[in-house]
């Protein structure tokens, strides 16, 4: 298959896929045919299987990038960050009002939890046609088969695991629809996850450790399989799984400078592993999975068209997100009363295209932004090097003040002499920000929004942080710190002694280590499952699956350490911060619901519609 085919190929079966599953009608989870770029005609040998596991990669990749992308939603649902555009109704701000199942569930400017449920669809159809489809392909060897079928069981389960953290119960085909069906049926979170372990533990016999950076390996498999380990309470299997990984002698922690920049004296490895270039870098040992994008490629072209563009602008768009949006109107001024700041590209101080025109859709919390940082040395925290960033890092820059008021070129300040604010919102336009994380060279968007960039999904770091989790649930507490010791001492951080550890604490390191890499919400529910179900106490609380919806960790958490949901702080437009323990879980899109007339799928408790709901399945059903 030509260079040109598979293009053609990738680009019908993800925007087929995507539109099938995006329509009200009832065929929701039933495919449209694919003409000449069909299942029957391209998914008979290695090329054609391989075309059809990038477009897995191609639908799994869209979650980090694009102007509101979907990872912000995962942050949101966290205690690490919240909406800071306050100057519209309808953002995630108060979830009881905004997240109900018949909402705009898949709006950059609100949520995209609707995308989560159609997309991870998505990628579970495209997923089950290559599994149905390998058996008939005679064209390829046995030894081939296994690992395109451990591969494609890679993304099935990733999308699983991501359903089942974010819905709870959901419906589970595991087998190509080849007609309309309307009759799903939602079945037990524990049961789905028990397959996907099986699936992944045949992965991980055949699929290789090297691949090609972007390609799944086996590495990648043994990763997921830690996480969905730890979600079934199997603590051992947990262990032995990362351990797996750890010990392989493929992946190591990069510790030592490499790549772009490594010659420049100010930065560090912190710096080093998130520049675009370094993330598929050859000697990068550290990433286990990643996605691509690379401004003038084919994936490129086909990411933005597939996003909505023309083929041109796009990329992730995180400066846009994560930055404060110090010049979004005129309310930062300077001790004089002058309008300090413009978004304008080009001036002099020229602060736009230097750390991007933020918006504050993302923005940190005091949890994340002073809270977990626990060492002065941390290099992932550390402002001399610029790998995090301060509003008073940044300079007057407004041309009209230039001969008129003696502020501009020099820092901003939150007050004036007499502790009047300067700024007058600090919401969306005073905080702080990891730069090293969100920096990524614009070269199609001015003022720059964040380009193209390769980017983690899994990392050696993280297989660290989730065997240290194991250890802890088990007790053994020498041993989690042993593993977050490896993460905290790379970045220059004093050892934890054994009798510092907690999940809290290995919650904080995630934080630290993970911030846009890992779905924070998906953890914490995770991690909200293990409390329940084990009953072990959290700051003397104890917790069951039966009062799931009603009391649970990850709600818990989040009022404890997100300082807006903890206070109902009030935006300047008037909306309150507000959650409940019933966003433990997201609504099912009550369009998905009304699609299916004749199954039966439930909608999670509190919101409208779970009055009607019956026990989920314990077995699944095709």
């Avoid at 009209?400 to 502020?407: P, Q, R, S, W």
Wanted: with cysteine.
């Amino acid at each position: 298959m030509n260079k040109i085919f598979k293009l053609a190929f990738l680009l019908s079966f993800v925007v087929i896929s995507t539109m099938t599953l995006n329509s009200c009608k009832k065929d929701w989870l039933a495919p449209k045919p694919l003409s000449i770029y069909s299942p029957e005609n391209t998914l008979v040998d290695v090329a054609g299987f391989n075309a059809a596991l990038a477009a897995c990669n191609r639908n799994l990749r869209t979650e980090w990038y694009g102007d509101g992308a979907p990872m912000i939603t995962e942050q949101l649902f966290s205690e690490v960050s919240v909406d800071g555009t306050d100057d519209k109704a309808g953002p995630a701000q108060n979830l009881d009002l905004q997240i109900t199942p018949d909402a705009n569930l898949n709006s950059a400017d609100f949520n995209r939890i609707g995308w989560y449920w159609n997309q991870e669809y998505v990628g579970v159809r495209m997923a089950n046609t290559i599994i149905s489809r390998l058996p008939t392909a005679t064209a390829i060897a046995d030894a081939d088969k296994n690992i395109l079928l451990g591969k494609a069981y890679f993304y099935r389960a990733y999308d699983y695991y991501r359903l089942t953290h974010q819905f709870g119960d959901v419906p589970c085909p595991t087998k190509e629809v080849t007609s309309a069906k309307v009759d799903f049926t939602t079945v037990k979170r524990e049961v789905i996850l028990t397959q996907m372990k099986a699936d992944l533990e045949f992965a991980v016999k055949y699929v290789p450790f090297v691949a090609d950076k972007g390609d799944v390996n086996r590495g990648a498999c043994y990763h997921l399989l830690t996480k969905i380990n730890l979600a079934l309470g199997l603590f051992d299997d947990a262990i032995a799984s990362a351990t797996a990984v750890i010990n392989a002698g493929t992946f190591k922690l990069m510790t030592a400078r490499f790549g772009v920049d490594a010659g420049v004296a100010t930065k560090n490895v912190t710096w080093d592993l998130h520049r675009p270039d370094n993330k598929s870098a050859g000697a990068n040992t550290e990433t286990l999975f990643l996605v691509t994008d690379r401004l003038g490629t084919a994936s490129a072209f086909l990411s933005s068209m597939l996003d909505g563009g023309s083929g041109g602008t796009g990329g992730m768009r995180i400066m846009r997100q994560v930055a404060p949006g110090v010049s979004v109107g005129t309310t930062i001024f300077t001790p004089a009363g002058g309008t300090g700041m413009t978004a304008s590209a080009g001036v002099e101080i020229d602060i736009m295209n230097i750390y991007g025109r933020g918006i504050g859709r993302a923005r940190n919390t005091a949890y994340s932004s002073y809270g977990i940082w626990d060492d002065i040395n941390d290099l992932r925290h550390d402002s001399l090097s610029g790998n995090w960033l301060y509003p008073e890092n940044l300079r007057y820059n407004n041309p009209a003040l230039k001969g008129k008021d003696t502020a501009y070129g020099l820092r901003l300040r939150l007050k004036g002499p007499t502790g009047t604010l300067l700024c007058d919102d600090t919401l969306r336009r005073w905080y702080p920000w990891p730069h090293y994380k969100v920096y990524i060279p614009d070269t199609e968007n001015v003022p720059m929004q964040g380009g193209h960039s390769d980017w983690y999904v899994f990392r050696l770091a993280e297989t660290y942080l989730l065997r240290a989790e194991a250890y802890m649930w088990k007790g053994d507490a020498a041993n989690a710190a042993a593993d977050v010791n490896a993460v905290r001492t790379r970045a220059k951080c004093a050892p934890y002694t054994a009798a510092q550890m907690s999940i809290a604490t290995i919650l904080d390191e995630r934080a630290r280590e993970l911030y846009w890499e890992e779905p924070r919400k998906t953890e914490l529910t995770r991690i909200a499952y293990i409390f329940a179900k084990t009953g072990q106490p959290y700051n003397g609380k104890t917790y069951t699956l039966a009062n799931f919806s009603t009391s649970n960790f990850m709600v818990d958490r989040i009022l404890e350490k997100n300082n807006f949901y903890k206070s109902n702080f009030v935006t300047v437009h008037g909306d309150q911060f507000r959650i409940s323990q019933y966003h433990v879980l997201w609504p099912v899109p009550q369009s998905a619901i009304l699609a299916n007339p004749d199954g039966h799928m439930n909608q999670n408790l509190g919101y409208s519609g779970s009055a009607g709901n019956v026990a989920a399945s314990d077995k699944i059903i095709d």
